[in-house]
């Protein structure tokens, strides 16, 4: 579905993704992990483009999208995201945060795009906070909207950029359990993560970066019981004591 | 001492000039407005030339006195462009160019305080640039500059006064005149500060409930 080829991403002097080579699968679950500064997240921003990559090529369906004749917009309608801070609409209602994209990239109409919002929502667990505003909620409501929101553009995948490193300890079972029952219905999903537990147990296939390159991509267990290098060991001996 | 005779004769002519003043402050608030969302827009874009030119307009509208600015337009430019002005006309252009470029900072600030996550939560979604500006960044900018761009209101009310140099008939040439005239000055110069006050206290009222209903300061 998306193909990685040869990514590389500089700021200035400072290399921060080095020759990246990967691809993904559909209805596939793959979990980012590792330290932070390893460049996680600026390999997930780049598959949408919301960072431009340096050097390299990505395909999506077979497409090179930073080629000049692709429409990012395209793969945006059908690649969603969710934030680390949820980045929902401030001065929109729960149900017009989830409308917006419906309404003004797939022309939906307002009573159609309401139903679907509504739907949304009660996947999510929140069918009785259409109308309450963003700031209402608590961190981990917030983030059940913004999963709700990528939803809602019936998404072919959405990429999880640490959906849960902003929320209260507490808070976080409930966005994992989300989560989980998207991957149950066969979601494509690639997330960054420091959830060791929910990537052993929900992950297809874990990749472990560390100074902008890939590690290790193995298979969940492979992967916790058996860490082929020193760096993916001394990384999870820190979560597994 | 204090004439009241005068005052009452001041009076009418000082609000026949009020309205003006406010005709002026209101097309030059409204014009300026627009100039300012536009290059203050621009200037927080990648634009290289586009952005060198707005940002010289503001440089050069920031570095004079709007005094000098509205004698340059009514005395200088007709003769370089060679196109007689009408003095309340050079008195709108004088005041929308001058609020245009201070509006042009505040909408340059309010647009850079919006957090970088809306523009990419919108983006994500695929939305265009465009789409993003005017639902999600714009509106949020507006509730931010509102304050400043009240202040802005009420200064650009008070430099209304300052076309009085190139004879527009307003609040203050009003007051002038009379006073020239009649050698009534106390009276006249104390009917116009109240008038100032009167003006600029309701119209911080408006501000104040405007902005009550925008909900700023709150979350």
Same mark, same amino acid.
């Given at each position: 579905?998306?193909?990685?080829?040869?990514?590389?991403?500089?700021?200035?002097?400072?290399? !921060?993704? +080095?020759?990246?080579?990967?691809?993904?699968?559909?209805?596939?679950?793959? *979990? =980012?992990?590792?330290?932070?500064?390893?460049?996680?997240?600026?390999?997930?921003? *780049?598959? +949408?483009?919301?960072?431009?990559?340096?050097?390299?090529?990505?395909?999506?369906?077979?497409?090179? =999208? #930073?080629?000049?004749?692709?429409?990012?917009?395209?793969?945006?309608? &059908? !690649?969603?995201?969710?934030?680390?801070?949820? +980045?929902?609409?401030?001065?929109?209602?729960?149900?017009? +945060?989830?409308?917006?994209?419906?309404?003004? !990239?797939?022309?939906?109409?307002?009573?159609?795009?309401?139903?679907?919002?509504?739907?949304?929502?009660?996947?999510?667990? #929140?069918?009785?906070?259409?109308?309450?505003?963003?700031?209402?909620?608590?961190?981990?409501?917030?983030?059940?909207?913004? =999963?709700?929101?990528? #939803?809602?553009?019936?998404?072919?995948?959405?990429?999880?950029?640490?959906?849960?490193?902003?929320?209260?300890? &507490?808070? !976080?079972?409930?966005?994992l359990n989300v989560m989980r029952k998207l991957a149950d219905e066969g979601m494509s999903m690639i997330i960054v993560t420091h959830e060791m537990n929910f990537a052993k147990e929900v992950a297809d296939r874990v990749i472990f970066m560390a100074d902008g390159s890939i590690i290790e991509d193995a298979l969940p267990d492979q992967f916790f019981s058996a860490p082929k290098t020193e760096r993916a060991k001394s990384f999870l001996a820190r979560f597994l004591i | 001492m204090f004439d009241w005779n005068g005052v009452m004769t001041v009076f009418p002519r000082i609000a026949e000039g009020m309205q003006l003043t406010i005709y002026i402050a209101v097309s030059g608030i409204i014009i300026g407005f627009i100039i300012g969302l536009i290059t203050g827009y621009i200037r927080t874009t990648e634009h290289c030339i586009l952005k060198k030119i707005m940002s010289f307009y503001v440089w050069l509208v920031r570095?004079?006195? @709007? @005094?000098?600015?509205?004698?340059? @337009?009514?005395?200088?430019?007709?003769? @370089?462009?060679?196109?007689?002005?009408?003095?309340?006309?050079?008195g709108i252009i004088c005041i929308s160019i001058n609020a245009g470029a201070y509006i042009s900072e505040i909408v340059r600030g309010a647009i850079l305080s919006v957090p970088r996550g809306q523009w990419e939560a919108g983006l994500s979604l695929g939305l265009s640039r465009l789409q993003v500006i005017t639902h999600l960044i714009f509106p949020l900018a507006f509730k931010n500059m509102l304050p400043a761009l009240g202040n802005q209101f009420i200064i650009t009310i008070k430099d209304t006064s300052i076309l009085t140099v190139i004879g527009v008939a307003e609040m203050t040439y009003q007051a002038g005149q009379y006073a020239a005239t009649s050698f009534n000055l106390v009276e006249s110069y104390t009917t116009l500060a109240v008038f100032y006050l009167f003006l600029i206290s309701i119209l911080t009222v408006i501000l104040g409930l405007l902005e009550k209903k925008m909900g700023v300061g709150t979350k």
């Amino acid at each position: 579905m998306m193909e990685v080829r040869h990514l590389k991403k500089k700021y200035q002097e400072n290399t !921060v993704l +080095n020759d990246i080579n990967l691809s993904f699968q559909t209805k596939d679950v793959t *979990c =980012i992990l590792g330290p932070s500064g390893a460049g996680k997240s600026t390999l997930l921003r *780049c598959l +949408n483009l919301l960072e431009k990559p340096t050097e390299g090529k990505i395909l999506y369906e077979g497409k090179d =999208i #930073l080629g000049k004749q692709f429409d990012i917009r395209q793969l945006r309608e &059908e !690649v969603g995201m969710v934030f680390q801070h949820f +980045n929902l609409f401030p001065l929109k209602t729960v149900a017009e +945060n989830i409308m917006l994209a419906p309404r003004l !990239v797939k022309k939906t109409g307002k009573k159609e795009a309401r139903e679907c919002a509504e739907a949304m929502l009660a996947k999510v667990g #929140l069918a009785d906070k259409a109308d309450a505003m963003p700031t209402s909620l608590s961190g981990g409501q917030q983030q059940r909207v913004a =999963i709700a929101r990528a #939803l809602a553009m019936q998404p072919k995948m959405i990429l999880f950029d640490e959906p849960t490193s902003a929320l209260d300890p &507490e808070l !976080v079972g409930d966005v994992l359990n989300v989560m989980r029952k998207l991957a149950d219905e066969g979601m494509s999903m690639i997330i960054v993560t420091h959830e060791m537990n929910f990537a052993k147990e929900v992950a297809d296939r874990v990749i472990f970066m560390a100074d902008g390159s890939i590690i290790e991509d193995a298979l969940p267990d492979q992967f916790f019981s058996a860490p082929k290098t020193e760096r993916a060991k001394s990384f999870l001996a820190r979560f597994l004591i | 001492m204090f004439d009241w005779n005068g005052v009452m004769t001041v009076f009418p002519r000082i609000a026949e000039g009020m309205q003006l003043t406010i005709y002026i402050a209101v097309s030059g608030i409204i014009i300026g407005f627009i100039i300012g969302l536009i290059t203050g827009y621009i200037r927080t874009t990648e634009h290289c030339i586009l952005k060198k030119i707005m940002s010289f307009y503001v440089w050069l509208v920031r570095s004079t006195p @709007i @005094i000098v600015q509205a004698l340059y @337009i009514y005395f200088v430019l007709p003769r @370089i462009l060679d196109i007689p002005f009408d003095r309340n006309l050079a008195g709108i252009i004088c005041i929308s160019i001058n609020a245009g470029a201070y509006i042009s900072e505040i909408v340059r600030g309010a647009i850079l305080s919006v957090p970088r996550g809306q523009w990419e939560a919108g983006l994500s979604l695929g939305l265009s640039r465009l789409q993003v500006i005017t639902h999600l960044i714009f509106p949020l900018a507006f509730k931010n500059m509102l304050p400043a761009l009240g202040n802005q209101f009420i200064i650009t009310i008070k430099d209304t006064s300052i076309l009085t140099v190139i004879g527009v008939a307003e609040m203050t040439y009003q007051a002038g005149q009379y006073a020239a005239t009649s050698f009534n000055l106390v009276e006249s110069y104390t009917t116009l500060a109240v008038f100032y006050l009167f003006l600029i206290s309701i119209l911080t009222v408006i501000l104040g409930l405007l902005e009550k209903k925008m909900g700023v300061g709150t979350k």
